[in-house]
């Protein structure tokens, strides 16, 4: 079976950087379009961003667009997630996840551990 192990989350103040990772294993990396989501307690998993199987196509939120960018390194198997620019209410548990179909990554399968993401004002 796929599984996903996320690293990078961390504790950082307002106007500084993270980079999330998220590995890959048990299929073919490239057969699945990867996202990133997030979530805090009492609220809705929230769609953060979306990478193509290839790289070809990228989406993301409005609120982190020109902030976040998400990649993929497909000899490596590993997908992040290069986040700038922080703001205190990005902070969440990030979770990464692995669909075949880029354009509805919310009915993954697939889907990491989570890593907390704490901005400090």
């Known amino acids: 079976q796929v599984q996903l192990v996320e690293s990078g989350g961390g504790l950082v103040q307002a106007g500084g950087s993270l980079r999330l990772s998220c590995a890959f294993s048990?299929?073919?990396?490239?057969?699945?379009?990867m996202g990133w989501f997030r979530q805090v307690p009492g609220k809705e998993r929230e769609f953060v961003a979306a990478v193509a199987r290839f790289a070809d196509n990228t989406r993301y939120e409005d609120s982190v667009k020109g902030r976040f960018t998400i990649s993929r390194d497909n000899a490596k198997n590993t997908v992040y997630l290069q986040m700038n620019n922080l703001k205190p209410e990005d902070t969440a548990v990030y979770y990464c996840?692995?669909?075949?179909?880029?354009?509805?990554?919310?009915?993954?399968?697939?889907w990491g551990q989570g890593t907390q993401v704490t901005v400090s004002s």
């Open positions: 996840a692995a669909h075949p179909n880029y354009f509805d990554m919310g009915s993954a399968d697939y």
């Open positions: 048990g299929r073919t990396f490239s057969s699945y379009a």
